[in-house]
Structure formats: C-alpha cells, structure tokens
C-alpha cells in the first residue's frame, strides 16, 4: 500500500515552490511569485499594498476581507492567491472614480454607515455585487445580502440605509458607475 507521506524526507529541501500568477487587479494586470499557500488577502495587503482590504477573523465568517473575483463578493481570506491567476478582482480601492466617490461610499457617507471603518471596504464590495443582481432591493433583501459580513459598531440600521440610498443613486443615473 502506498504511503500518504513516502515523499517526506528527513531533511526536508530549503526550496518553497513559487508559482507565477497574474491578476488584473482594479483593472490593472500585476504579477507576482508566491507561495501556493499565500493567502488572496495577504497578497493583497502585504503584496499589493491594498491595505483597504482588512482580515478581521480566522474563521471565514467577519467579511472584512470581502472583495469581488470576477464581479463576485469572495472573502479573499479563504481563497489562496494562486486561485486569482487569470482573474480579476476589484478591492475597495477600485470603488472610487477618478473625482468621484462611488453612490456606496457617498451613501455610507451620508447616512453615517460607518464608525471605525474596519468592516467598511468588504460592506461596500458585497453591496455592490448585490447592487449589480438587484437594483432595487428590499430592506430584507440588503439584510440577507450582507449577513456574511459583520460589524461591531453601526448596529447595522445605517448600513441598510446607505445601501438603499445607493441603491436610488444608481438607479436615477442609470447604474452609470
Ligand atoms: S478575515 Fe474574516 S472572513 Fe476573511
Ligand atoms: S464600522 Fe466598525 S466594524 Fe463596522
């Protein structure tokens, strides 16, 4: 019978494999080579240095790493970076215009969506991607729709608030952000 470990020695290499991934990243191709169990959000932060993107948790549950891969809300904490290669992820820095808040920033601004700001970048990136399914959610709907990401400060009312304003934004401008 094979063996699960034959391959293990006792004098293990020195040599980490590195792997070569390119991802488009706020729409601009990066490159980098890395361990295969880089964690998404560290080559994110660490690598990238997109700090917006924050790590909350070890469990997979906060959302705080929240970020789009290919237009869907991932929590870039349990994905390995080199899952991304040939993808694209936007992080909150990604959001903003080249003048202009995006209508979820403007609305976490305006109806006070945030406090610390720690669960704000991966808030605003799920909402996006619920924004981009269903233009015009219910408050029931925001609700379920950001249940994978959590605050301690805003109680989340404001967050909800924020999320339909947007919502209204995008909708008198015809989605155009
Ligand atoms: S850091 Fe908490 S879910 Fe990713
Ligand atoms: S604003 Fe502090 S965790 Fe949400």
Redesign the pocket.
């Known amino acids: 019978m094979t063996s699960l470990f034959e391959e293990v020695s006792e004098e293990p290499g020195t040599q980490v494999p590195v792997r070569r991934v390119a991802i488009t990243v706020n729409g601009r191709r990066r490159t980098a080579d890395i361990e295969p169990r880089l964690l998404l959000a560290h080559l994110l932060r660490q690598g990238l240095k997109l700090t917006g993107t924050h790590t909350g948790c070890d469990t997979t549950n906060c959302g705080a790493c929240t970020v789009l891969f290919d237009g869907k809300p991932v929590k870039s904490c349990t994905m390995l970076a080199v899952q991304a290669d040939g993808h694209e992820v936007t992080t909150v820095e990604g959001l903003a215009g080249a003048s202009e808040l995006h209508p979820l920033q403007e609305g976490f601004k305006d109806e006070h969506g945030?406090?610390?700001?720690?669960?704000?970048p991966g808030m605003m990136l799920a909402a996006k991607a619920l924004l981009e399914e269903n233009p015009d959610p219910t408050e029931d709907e925001v609700r379920w729709a950001l249940s994978g990401n959590l605050?301690?400060?805003?109680g989340y009312q404001n967050i909800v608030k924020a999320v339909l304003w947007a919502a209204d934004k995008l909708r008198e401008t015809g989605g155009a952000e």
């Open positions: 945030l406090q610390c700001g720690f669960c704000t605050c301690r400060c805003t």
